[in-house]
Structure formats: structure tokens, C-alpha cells
């Protein structure tokens, strides 16, 4: 008998595979940061409004004016990781910028303890010491792709990044209600109006190869990759939806390596793994199901 759960797993790990790439695509494209969100936003997001005219999912879509101002909140926050995480990619390195990215988990827990008053326990204190003492080991030790060691800035961006992010997954959660391919699609069309007075100081790429990288950031890396989440996301434990999530960063070390000669010094190895078990490790609390829908993740698109 077939396992209900084998296409779900390919398409998440599919799409985690594909995050693990991105650094690439943008470090390849030539653009700056803003011009590159800009592109991922603008052909992104018109492919997710197409998919969802044509999947009927407007029709009858009645947003509150709540959820309009969080979705739009939420867009900015989205938008905003990405440009403080692509500029990051040059000041450090794809592997190191995407691996202390992944402090993000550890971060939203932190902002449901201020904002929601939930519990923080001792095991989520002692996973983000650990987390915090990988960056610090990482920044100490890790190395850029000239060879030099990596610059703070680089570092402070890729943290930056993951707190905006944090707070877009904390805001995605107050509107499970929303078909997510509706809000990442609202979120996309925030971010290309918010992004284009920024083409005036760091314009699209002006040759043929530039473009087409930015071209297959906004389908492949947006659209499709949004289409495979979001398809397999409610159908997996989420056990197995943390753990193939390590699929982005692992596969970004090694593209990092592979395509860009990144040196991996052990202690940058060592902070890497710090990092990711710490973010990677199963927290005790009970999960809330009162208010959980089939199919929607709690979390903002990557």
C-alpha cells in the first residue's frame, strides 16, 4: 500500500531544497538586495495571484479590515528579511548568513512569550544560549568566500533577518484563517508597491543573464516553490515538517562550498551545528489544536 505521506514529504523536500539554492540565484543575479526583493516580490507574486484566480479562491475571499492591516504588516516584515538577508550573502557568506538565519525559530518563541504571555521553559532558554553561542563562534571563526573573515555586518543582517521574519511568522499566525496562498500573494503585491521607488537608487540588473536569474527566483523560487509548502505542509506530522526544514541550510552549506569555494573552518562547523541543533531540538510544550485548520501552515513564507 502506497504511504499517503510519500508525495507530501517529496513536495516539502523539494521545496526546502530549493530554499537551500536561493543564495545562489542571488549572488549570480548581479542585483542589490532592494532590486532583487523587488523581482521576487513583483514576478512572485503575479504568479500567485493568477494561480489563485484560476484556483477561484478570490471569489469569495471577505477580508476584515484586521486582516488587510496584518497581512500588509506582514508583507513588510517578509519583504524586509529578504533584503536584509540577500545583502547579507556578500558581507559573509550564503552557508553563514542562512545558517545563523535559522535563529528565527528560537526568536518567534521569544515574541509569543513577550506579546502572547506564553511560557518560556528552561529547555527553549538553554536552546537559544546555545543558539547565541554558535553565532558567536561563527562570527569569530567563519570565513567569507574571498577567504577573509566575515564581516560583523554581515552577521548583524543575517540576525536582523531573522527577527523581521520572526515577526511575520508571528503575525502569519493570527491569520490561519486566510488561505495562505491568498496572504502570500497580498504580502507579494505590499512588497513590489513598497520595493519600487528603490529601483531609483539600486535599478534591475541591465543585462540578459541578470534578469533571467531574477526571472527564476520569482517562479521557480516563489511561485512554485510557495505551491509545493503549502500543498504538503498540512499533511505532514510536524516532526517531520522541523526536521526536513534543515534541508535549506544544509543544502546552502553545500552549494556555498561547491559553487562559490566556501572554506568551512571546524569551528564555523561547530557554531553551524550549534545553531541548527539548537533550533532544530523538539520543544515539550503540548501543541494548541483548538484553533488549528487542515493545511495551514503557522509559519511566513521563506
Given at each position: ?25 542571488v549572488l549570480e543575479s548581479g542585483a542589490a538586495a532592494p532590486a532583487v ?175 533571467l536569474w531574477l526571472l527564476l527566483l520569482g517562479t521557480v523560487h516563489t511561485a512554485v516553490m510557495y505551491v509545493l ?74
Open positions: 500500500m502506497k504511504n499517503p505521506e510519500s508525495r507530501p514529504v517529496l513536495q516539502w523536500s523539494a521545496a526546502m531544497a530549493l530554499s537551500g539554492t536561493i543564495g545562489a540565484v526583493a523587488f523581482a521576487r516580490c513583483l514576478v512572485g507574486g503575479v504568479l500567485l495571484v493568477v494561480w489563485s484566480l484560476a484556483r477561484g479562491w478570490f471569489r469569495d475571499w471577505r477580508p476584515t479590515r484586521r486582516d488587510l492591516l496584518l497581512a500588509v504588516a506582514g508583507g513588510l516584515l517578509l519583504v524586509g528579511n529578504w533584503v536584509l538577508l540577500f545583502a547579507s550573502y556578500s558581507l559573509s557568506s550564503i552557508g553563514v548568513s542562512t545558517v545563523v538565519y535559522h535563529t528565527q525559530p528560537l526568536i518567534l518563541v521569544g515574541m509569543a512569550a513577550v506579546f502572547l504571555g506564553e511560557k518560556v521553559g528552561r529547555s527553549h532558554l538553554t536552546r537559544a544560549g546555545v543558539a547565541f553561542a554558535g553565532v558567536v563562534v561563527i562570527s569569530l571563526s567563519a570565513q567569507g568566500d574571498d577567504g577573509q573573515p566575515v564581516r560583523f555586518a554581515g552577521i548583524a543582517l543575517a540576525l536582523g533577518a531573522a527577527l523581521l521574519y520572526a515577526g511575520a511568522s508571528f503575525i502569519a499566525k493570527q491569520l490561519k484563517h486566510i488561505r495562505p496562498h491568498l496572504l502570500a500573494a497580498v504580502q507579494l503585491t505590499v512588497g513590489a508597491i513598497v520595493l519600487a521607488p528603490a529601483l531609483i537608487f539600486t535599478p534591475l540588473p541591465s543585462s540578459a543573464p541578470g534578469l509548502m503549502y500543498a504538503s505542509i498540512g499533511k505532514l506530522p510536524t516532526t517531520t515538517v522541523a526536521l526536513l526544514s534543515y534541508l535549506y541550510p544544509v543544502v546552502a552549506v553545500v552549494v556555498d562550498m561547491l559553487a562559490f569555494g566556501h572554506q568551512l573552518t571546524w569551528p564555523e562547523g561547530l557554531g553551524m551545528l550549534a545553531v541548527l541543533a539548537a533550533a532544530l531540538a523538539p520543544q515539550r510544550a503540548k501543541p494548541d489544536t483548538r484553533n488549528a485548520r487542515p493545511g495551514v501552515p503557522s509559519r511566513a513564507s521563506r
